[in-house]
């Protein structure tokens, strides 16, 4: 019950600490937007607790995490011509125009512009949760947008890595049960645990393992959604404001590690954002005007 039937809009408010059980449920369900399966489930049943296996341990670390040896396959995305509008009762809203650009593994793009200018649809155009209305993205020679709604949910889950404005934390969980939900979902072999364990002590969250999202301060809620988005390897890493909410000191430690994280990982990396800090870690930076993808 993915993608199309969801703008991808997620309601800020629901990121708040202080969440009411029905919000908890809601946000439950738009974690499932992204994660490809029934969220809620996960929060009262399902946690992902210590029922991983330990087998593979310093194998997965070494192949996953990158130590310099073996980076792991990942693919080009290709984005060809996209254009995009969105139908509204006074006729069709023009956001993107011929939108094309193409990143190979390790590569990344930030695009910046003004709010309204089409960042998040594009963005959601290539995490899969917008189809556009015109043109082809594809990732390692796949048109995920082709894909039925079930396998497109299974490659969302696999493939692609999120980071928001905000952190999307299940609040009922540990920090270290967030960062393997990607997990619950995925069929993909290997000590996931210690994935999760390994990327939250990259993020400096090592002695923070067992607490709730409400425990932490808002850089370290990121740096958690940070490991999350990564657990799982992914080809393709999207960050939509990923500092948009923090101070600038944590906004710069986000930002070091997702750079640092960005070069172990060898995946596509996609920052959108209003920040000249963050944008100018990115040696590739564009700016959206008028629809158009123009260089800075
Ligand atoms: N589902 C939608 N239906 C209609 N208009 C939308 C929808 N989503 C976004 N828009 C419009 O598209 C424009 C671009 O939105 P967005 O991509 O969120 O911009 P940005 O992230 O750059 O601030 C805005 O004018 C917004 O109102
Ligand atoms: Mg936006």
Known sequence: MLGREVSGRLEPR????????????????????LLGRD????AEDERPRA????RERCQVLNSRIGDGSAPPAAGTLVVERVSKQFETPRGPLPILLDVSFSKAPGESLCVMGPSGSGKSTLLH????LEPPSSGRVTLDGLSPHALPETELAAFRNRAIGFVFQDHFLLPQCSVLENVLVPTLVSRAEGDHEARARE????VGLADRLDHRPAELSGGERQRAALARALV???????????TGNLDASSAGNVADLLVDLHARAHA???VVTHSAALAERFPDRRRLAAGRLEPL
Do not use: K
Not at 39 to 42: E, N, W
Not at 51 to 54: G, K, L, T
Not at 125 to 128: A, F, N
Not at 199 to 202: G, P, V
């Open 14 to 33: 629901l990121a708040e600490p202080a969440l009411a059980a029905q919000d908890a449920v809601r946000l439950g369900q738009q974690v499932q937007t």
């Open 39 to 42: 969220a809620s489930q996960v």
């Open 51 to 54: 029922r991983f296996r330990r």
């Open 125 to 128: 155009i290539l995490g899969t």
């Open 199 to 202: 990327l939250l002590e990259r």
């Open 232 to 242: 799982l390897s992914p080809r393709l890493v999207l960050c939509d404001e990923p």
């Open 268 to 270: 596509v990396l996609v």
